[in-house]
């Protein structure tokens, strides 16, 4: 599903990514982990289409990119740490207006199925400035599945989230993801990762230093994070 | 950084001399005209001055959308040094243009086509500079920076001739005829001569200038890279 | 070239213009904000300009161009801050569409909003000094001119709110890049008021035509370097 080869990144001055190489296979769960700085979101802004890699190749959902960046986008989901809602808007018409912008067809069953996902049926006519930020999440999690992509990418979703709201919002990224999607979701909660994950990767200093699946996980994921820094 | 070029040391002397060399052509060589006598020889470096001006904006212009094609951050520099030197050149322009007009028509200011329009280049020029300074990121700065050149190399000279058009219907020099006011007295050979010359001196000193701060820009480059290793 | 789904690509245009409509609608502050400073601006220049009636005709032109290019800076920087705070520009960049379906959508309700007060401070400045405005020669002007200042506007205001200076920057990229329109539409505007010639007012009309038309598509071209990283 996910591609990359010897990615490079640089702006103009710094090189944050060296090198790096990434496999996803269909249906995994990989959760990204590494110290700030280390060039994560730089990453997830690359398979999201939103940046440019400077060398390297990268595909996504069998489509290249930059090149062929509309399809990926079509086959994408993306939830980052800020909502990209409208709080003018309600919960409605803020999946109407990103139905339009993906050009979907059909919307209209759609959208109360996906508000039904996310568990805001009750609120879909509500201004979205009114939403507390966990609810702002989760139907920010509903915009990035309403075209049905096959791939999600979660930039530290979990981000000014109390604990009941992250319940909340585990257990809608465990039934998102388990319709056969893939997924890519970097975070610094690590506790709270472990159960979500199939697959640990550790970014640091500009390229994947280690990478492990649930069942290998000895010990604990913050021994393994730390023994990875080294 | 390496030394100077054998060819730049060469344009440095070639300028150096040929400035030399305007400056006698203007005061030995160009006689003196009729009505204005001493005043009448600022024209030349005047208009030599409006000169390397268009020449540092074609040059922006051009290195903007050299950027924009080809991404590589060499276009940016040369872009910048472009308008630093077309800034001061207009600058002096202006200047020169305003002590002309003084002794000539008794006013600092002419509200002429080509003195609004260079004044509106410097605010262009500035709004550039800002706009660069208002952005840390190199990468973006190079992009947005080429994307003004190219709006601004667009408008001027629609400017130009909207003012140009405005103008005929106002005439805004007060109390003067409009032929001396465009600067239209008849040229002596000598003068044309002296004119050419002094345009042929500050083209070179244009490309010697720009050939200089191309390189300062370099090095400051160079100075950023080695700062930002040191760091990590 | 990116292969573009026509229908997809104008359907996501009216999406971005249909949404800052309905959400300025809903919190009307971007309207509110820009007719109350146009309001504000034609009362400064009542008492900064002591006119009696005959200069004030002449003047008016001027005075309501002045006007709007002010007011529309405030418009200009709102709307494209929305997208910039909350992260909104991303979402808008991840949509399966060219980039310059952002710009026209952009362009447009940014376009609507302008029209929508200069529709307003039209008939209350024909109310405050008795002049009739309703020529139908100047709402033409206005569409024209109003389509070239907002073309660039949207532009330059894409790069501004990336900046650090933001707002105060906006208006001293803009003014000098528009003085063609505001020259243009002012003359053509006190040409239609008095009625002159339509032959005279012609060159002035192409000016704005030749600008709108130019801008659009530099604009066209290069908003990919602008949102794009």
Not at chain 1, 61 to 72: D, R
Not at chain 3, 106 to 114: A, E
């Amino acid at each position: 599903m996910i591609h990359v080869r010897k990615l490079v990144k640089r702006f103009s001055l710094k090189t944050v990514l060296r090198g790096l190489d990434f496999e996803v296979r269909e249906g995994e769960f990989v959760v990204l982990l590494g110290p700030n700085g280390a060039g994560k979101t730089t990453f997830m802004r690359i398979l999201a289409s939103l940046s440019r890699q400077t060398l390297g190749e990268v595909r996504v959902a069998g489509h290249s990119l930059p090149g062929q960046a509309a399809a990926v986008r079509r086959s994408l989901g993306v939830v980052s740490h800020l909502p990209l809602l409208y709080g003018d808007l309600t919960a409605e018409e803020n999946l109407r207006f990103f139905g339009r912008m993906y050009d979907l067809p059909g919307q209209e069953p759609r959208i109360p199925e996906v508000l039904e996902i996310v568990g805001l049926t009750a609120r879909r006519h509500d201004l979205v400035r009114t939403f507390s930020r966990g609810m702002q999440q989760r139907l920010a999690i509903g915009r990035a599945i309403l075209h049905d992509p096959e791939v999600l990418l979660f930039d530290e979703p979990h981000t000014g989230l109390d604990q009941d709201a992250c319940d909340m919002l585990d257990r809608l990224l465990k039934e998102v993801s388990g319709r056969g999607r893939t997924v890519v979701m970097t975070s610094h909660d690590l506790s709270r990762v472990e159960s979500l994950g199939t697959r640990f990767d550790v970014l640091t200093r500009g390229v994947i230093a280690v990478s492990t699946a649930r069942e290998q996980l000895r010990g604990n994921l913050l021994d393994f994070y730390r023994e990875a820094l080294q | 950084m390496k030394a100077q070029p054998l060819v730049l040391k060469i344009m440095n002397v070639a300028s150096g001399l040929l400035l030399a060399g305007s400056l006698a052509m203007v005061f030995l060589y160009a006689p003196l005209e009729a009505v204005m006598n001493h005043v009448q020889k600022i024209f030349y470096f005047h208009i030599s001055n409006a000169w390397v001006g268009m020449l540092g904006f074609i040059v922006a212009a051009f290195a903007g959308i050299m950027f924009l094609v080809k991404k590589d951050l060499k276009w940016d520099i040369v872009e910048v040094a472009a308008v630093e030197i077309s800034l001061v050149f207009f600058l002096i322009a202006i200047v020169t243009g305003s002590i002309w007009a003084r002794p000539s028509w008794g006013t600092w200011w002419t509200w002429d086509a080509r003195l609004t329009t260079a004044a509106i280049l410097e605010m262009v020029y500035l709004a550039y500079m800002l706009l660069r300074q208002g952005i840390e990121d190199p990468d973006r700065r190079a992009r947005f920076g080429a994307v003004y050149t190219l709006i601004g190399g667009i408008s001027v000279p629609i400017t130009f001739v909207s003012i140009r058009l405005w103008q005929t219907i106002h005439p805004a020099i007060i109390g003067t005829e409009s032929a001396s006011a465009q600067g239209g007295f008849a040229m002596a050979p000598a003068m044309l001569q002296t004119m050419f010359f002094c345009l042929f001196a500050f083209s070179v000193i244009f490309a010697t200038l720009l050939w200089h701060r191309v390189r300062l820009g370099r090095l400051a480059q160079q100075v950023e890279l080695q700062k930002l290793e040191a760091m990590q | 070239m990116k292969p573009r789904r026509n229908s997809g690509y104008f359907k996501a245009i009216l999406a971005i213009a249909w949404k800052d409509l309905a959400a300025e609608l809903r919190s009307r502050e971007l309207l509110s904000a820009m007719l109350v400073f146009a309001l504000l601006v034609i009362l400064i220049f009542n008492f900064a300009l002591e006119l009696d009636p005959g200069t004030r005709r002449i003047a008016t032109p001027g005075i309501l161009w002045t006007t709007f290019a002010f007011a529309g800076t405030l418009g200009l920087n709102r709307s494209m801050a929305i997208e910039k705070d909350r992260g909104c520009l991303d979402g808008l960049l991840l949509a399966p569409v060219d980039r310059s379906a952002i710009y026209f959508g952009k362009l447009l309700s940014n376009l609507v909003f302008m029209l929508i007060v200069e529709t307003i401070v039209l008939p209350v400045y024909s109310v405050l000094y008795n002049l009739n405005l309703f020529v139908p020669g100047l709402i033409g002007i206005i569409l024209l001119g109003s389509f070239g200042y907002v073309a660039v506007g949207t532009l330059l205001s894409s790069m501004a709110v990336q900046t650090r200076t933001r707002d105060v920057l906006l208006p001293i990229l803009l003014f000098p890049v528009v003085i063609p329109v505001l020259v243009a539409a002012v003359k053509a505007s006190a040409g239609f008021l008095e009625g002159i010639a339509f032959a005279e007012i012609l060159p002035w009309l192409n000016i704005l035509l030749v600008y709108d038309v130019v801008f659009t598509a530099i604009a066209f071209m290069v908003y990919e370097f602008v949102v794009e990283e």
